[in-house]
């Protein structure tokens, strides 16, 4: 077990759970591609005793460091089965008797990238986050991926990155990010902008073409810098007039990624996770990175 390592590179929060081992074969996958190394992090919440009321074991009980051990164990399984015929990453493990939030959200300030699985379905069918998932990506201090599905879903290597663009700074960094992945990839990349956050119906006297013509005015300024720096990347265009989280989700089907901000226009300086971001990261099929600006 490696402990108190300044860089953690990629960063993978693992319980042993079917989520946490998906995103554990995604970051596999995600530090070979970068040649970055990997972490694995298993935070063990500590036993509070009946008696002094609240008091909490200053010490691992044995059989929680056993089944601690266990779960570093299979994740490692996990790395080795996700690199195939590729040299698997660099492998660090850490293992922390501490509640898992506050553990990941002070670790992200070391990781490049922070990889945490989904809750996977509710009872309605709906996807849901967990608890661990939601938190970090409120309040971690690196790029978030919120990896869906388990361990053999693999996402088309030939399908594009998908990036939400509404030109606040979040999205900027976002679309820094974006432009990074589909280079190193190899893949287009979908730039989407939606200009409206809400349904909209026809106005008397709205003039569609200004509105059009001014988000199309948008995604070319906020585009031209990352053209220029990144151009091996083929980048298709795609404007609609509302509801951008809807589009997001319908257009994650046909892509590898999705990259968003962690709040848009509407945001205000000190807000965690706006609405777009939250309800892709929690619908999308396909892994999506939250960055914050």
Known sequence: MTSGTPEYGIL?????????EAAIAWATREAILRQSPLTLLHAVTPVVVGWPV??????MPGWQKDNAERVI????????????????????????????????????????????????????????????????????????????????????????????????????????LAFEEASRRGVDLVALHAWSDVGVFPILGMDWHDRESKGQEVLAEKLAPWKERYPDVHVRESLVCDTPSKWLIEQS?????????????????????GSVSSAVAQSAKVPVIVVRS
């Open 253 to 273: 089907d046909d892509a590898q990624l999705v990259v968003l901000g962690s709040h848009g226009r509407g945001g205000f300086p000190g807000m965690l996770l």
């Open 73 to 176: 164990e299979q994740a490692r399984r996990v790395v080795t089965r996700s690199a195939g015929q590729s040299d698997p990453p660099q492998v660090r493990t850490e293992l922390v008797y501490a509640n898992a939030v506050p553990t990941l959200i002070d670790a992200s300030k070391r990781a490049s990238l922070l990889v945490v699985g989904s809750q996977g379905m509710g009872a309605i069918g709906r996807a849901l986050l967990g608890s661990v998932s939601s938190a970090l990506l409120h309040h971690a201090h690196c790029p978030v991926a919120v990896i869906h599905g388990d361990e053999g879903s693999v996402p088309d290597a030939n399908a594009p990155v998908l990036v939400g663009i509404d030109g606040s700074p979040a999205s900027d960094a976002a679309t820094a």
């Open 54 to 59: 609240g008091q909490l074991y200053d010490e």
């Open 12 to 20: 993978v929060a693992v319980d042993g759970s079917s989520p946490a």
